[in-house]
């Protein structure tokens, strides 16, 4: 298989800042236990911005960087469980608003904060199967919707906001590799869909999936090194799912990972699930601090049960 790369990102956040102060007037929580216990200090909520919204700026802003129009796109992923509707998909909206080719496939991919892996993955399949060389994957959410503000130990978690990367895929560039696994769960994360009749609220037994997230991230990146030929040493960035800060320092350490080697956004973003690490992407392109040659080990984890990783480059 013909592998794909990263040949722009962007991204896209809400205007509205919820501080750690703000989120202690609605319950009893305080700065100093959401900074330590998460890294989390900030989190942009939307109030007027839709989730359509959020995508098509985050991918205009990724065509305009790779250079690409939208009629050279080939297919169009957005890695979402919090879309404005459920149909038409957010991938549809987006197709819309961007005018996207009708001859390709859009759809969402729901693999909760690994959604984005997942989509690179798939992503890579559907371009060796198409005509056109380049895709459009999003990751996006708004999880403000689905939050219950009732819930100290959740409602501090999550951001909203999109990330968005355009991908060339050619002949005799190396396969993304990605490793990928799920186990269903409905006890450790949940968010209900329509049929239930229940509010849509995120519900989270946070010490079980912290423990599950600190053991898939290192199993994770051992399966891709491994896969790859490659050791650490190879990696000029590492790129985690933004979901708690202790869960990147543990892997950090564990791995001897360089500060100028691996990015924490937590502190601005909080976990904005399927749109954290493209959005980590789309800060570090803009940093200058990944580029053409550059790359990356992206590790995600999350609801479903689902977690992965993959080793992609900059074009
Ligand atoms: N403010 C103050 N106290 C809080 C609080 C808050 N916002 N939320 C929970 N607490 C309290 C709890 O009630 C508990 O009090 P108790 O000991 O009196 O019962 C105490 O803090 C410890 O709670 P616990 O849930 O065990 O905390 P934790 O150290 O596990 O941290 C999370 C909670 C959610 C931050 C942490 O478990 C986590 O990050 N989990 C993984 C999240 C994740 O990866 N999720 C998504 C996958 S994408």
Request: net charge negative; with cysteine.
């Amino acid at each position: 298989m013909n592998g794909i790369k990263i040949r722009g990102t962007g991204r896209c956040v809400p205007e509205h800042i919820v501080t750690n102060d703000d989120m202690a007037k609605i319950v009893e929580t305080n700065d100093e236990w959401i900074t330590t216990r998460t890294g989390i200090q900030h989190r942009h909520h939307c109030t007027t911005e839709s989730h359509t919204f959020l995508c098509v700026n985050a991918a205009k802003s990724a065509l305009e960087k790779a250079g690409v129009t939208p009629d050279e796109i080939g297919a169009c992923i957005v890695a979402t469980v919090t879309g404005d509707n459920i149909v038409p998909s957010a991938a549809c909206m987006l197709q819309k608003e961007l005018g996207l080719p009708e001859d390709i496939p859009c759809f969402d991919l729901n693999a909760a904060c690994t959604g984005f892996l997942f989509a690179l993955h798939t992503m890579e399949c559907l371009l060796n199967a198409s005509p056109r060389k380049f895709g459009l994957v999003v990751g996006a959410e708004v999880l403000s919707r689905t939050i219950n503000w009732a819930d100290r130990g959740t409602c501090i978690l999550f951001g909203d906001g999109a990330g968005a990367a355009v991908v060339e895929c050619r002949e005799g560039w190396p396969s993304i590799s990605a490793v990928m696994g799920s186990r269903g769960d409905d006890e450790l994360l949940r968010l209900p869909g329509i049929e239930t009749g229940e509010r849509g609220f995120i519900s989270m037994e946070g010490t079980k999936v912290f423990k599950f997230a600190v053991e898939a991230v290192p199993a994770c990146m051992d399966a891709v090194l491994k896969k790859t030929g490659k050791t650490v040493e190879d990696v000029d960035f590492f790129v985690f799912h933004q979901a708690n800060a202790r869960i990147i320092d543990l892997a950090v350490r564990k791995y001897h990972i360089p500060p100028e080697k691996y990015y924490k956004n937590i502190s601005e973003y909080g976990n904005t699930a399927a749109a954290s690490i493209p959005l980590v992407l789309s800060e570090l392109q803009d940093q200058g601090r990944i580029g053409p040659g550059s790359r990356m080990l992206v590790v995600g984890f999350g609801g479903g049960l689902t977690w992965g990783s993959a080793l992609i480059e900059f074009a």
